[in-house]
């Protein structure tokens, strides 16, 4: 399987769109919104052109992720999310390739962390911890193993502990 991963164009918007919607419809923990996160989030001074990335096989969009700014106290960071593959392709290590792609450009513009709220079993094969760890907790709440933070540039976490302030865009509809 050929997967080709690069940055969002304006022409992807409404396929984007249609993914992510796709990929939300049946998950137990959705609220139904995350294609509508994805835009305020792109209209967004959270939004990062380069780490808004599409998964592409044989030229055809199948998946998404989305990386944005937030803040920890004063410290600038990442959130990732949404991850977005279509359910039919599930396991194939589309969202992976996402992940690790957005993670070597994340680095590479001189980011040193990411948090995601995802699920457990999943993101600490991408090096994802309980945030916890560092002092760092969610502005709402959520089990402690499902609030996962990972250190891009080691030691970017060291001194850093506090609330997560997203993009206000997170808590709109």
């Known amino acids: 399987m050929n ?5 969002e164009q304006e022409k992807d918007i409404s396929t984007i769109y249609s993914v992510v919607k796709l990929a939300f419809e049946k998950v137990e923990h959705s609220d139904g919104d995350e294609q509508n996160l994805v835009n305020r989030l792109r209209n967004s001074e959270a939004f990062i052109p380069e780490l808004s990335l599409v998964a592409e096989l044989d030229g055809e969009i199948v998946g ?3 990386f944005t700014k937030i803040k920890i106290c004063e410290n600038i960071s990442l959130a990732l999310g949404p991850l ?23 680095k590479n513009l001189g980011f040193g ?12 094969r991408f090096g994802y911890v309980p945030a916890s760890n560092w002092g760092i907790k969610a502005p ?32 709109e509809r």
Request: charged residues 20%; glycine residues 10%; aromatic residues 10%.
């Open 64 to 66: 998404h992720i989305l």
């Open 3 to 7: 997967i080709v991963i690069r940055q």
């Open 140 to 171: 709402f709440e959520v089990p402690d193993e499902c609030f996962m933070a990972m250190e891009l540039i080691e030691g970017s976490l060291k001194s850093v502990s506090g609330i997560v302030q997203y993009a206000k865009e997170f808590f």
């Open 84 to 106: 977005s593959v279509v359910p039919e392709l599930h396991g194939k290590g589309i969202g992976g390739k996402l992940i690790i792609k957005g993670h070597e450009i994340a």
């Open 113 to 124: 962390s990411v948090i995601v709220l995802g699920h457990p079993a999943y993101y600490p």
